[in-house]
């Protein structure tokens, strides 16, 4: 649920969800951490934050659905991107698993000699 001046900030490409989640709360599901500029042609909006917790609309079966994926260790529901369909922003949102310790620390030994590589190609 967004209020006017954020659906135009939304339309015009100005949402980010870079670190956003979904939060489900008893039978709702929240999207907390979802950035979206204040739409400068509304005017002065003195109380706008651009971070707030913003409701997203689902039937009662898929908040189950996703209550019962995410009961199960590690699991996150995540956005992933968002888009326009007809007059209507839409979130598409997955269930994620989070990276171990050990798969952190191989991520970034990967990431370092993939650096390593690209300097010695540059020489």
């Known amino acids: 649920m967004l209020t006017g001046a954020e659906v135009k900030a939304a339309k015009a490409g100005r ?3 870079k670190g956003a989640f979904v939060h489900i709360r008893g039978a709702e599901a929240w999207l907390k951490n979802a950035f979206i500029a204040k739409y400068a042609p509304a005017g002065p ?3 706008y ?3 707030r917790d913003r ?3 689902l039937h009662k079966r898929q908040i189950k659905k996703l209550v019962g994926k995410t009961g199960m260790e590690g ?3 995540i956005p992933l991107k968002v888009y326009i369909k ?3 922003i839409k979130v ?3 269930i994620g698993r989070g990276k171990k310790k050990h798969e952190k620390r191989e991520a970034i030994k990967k990431r370092d000699v993939d650096r390593e590589i690209r300097a ?3 020489e």
Do not use: A
Request: charge should be neutral; avoid cysteine; proline fraction near 8%.
């Open 55 to 57: 409701k997203i609309l």
């Open 15 to 17: 949402m980010q969800l």
């Open 49 to 51: 934050e651009p971070n």
């Open 75 to 77: 699991l996150t529901v």
């Open 45 to 47: 909006q003195p109380d």
């Open 86 to 88: 007809r007059d209507l």
């Open 120 to 122: 010695k190609m540059k």
């Open 92 to 94: 598409e949102i997955g």
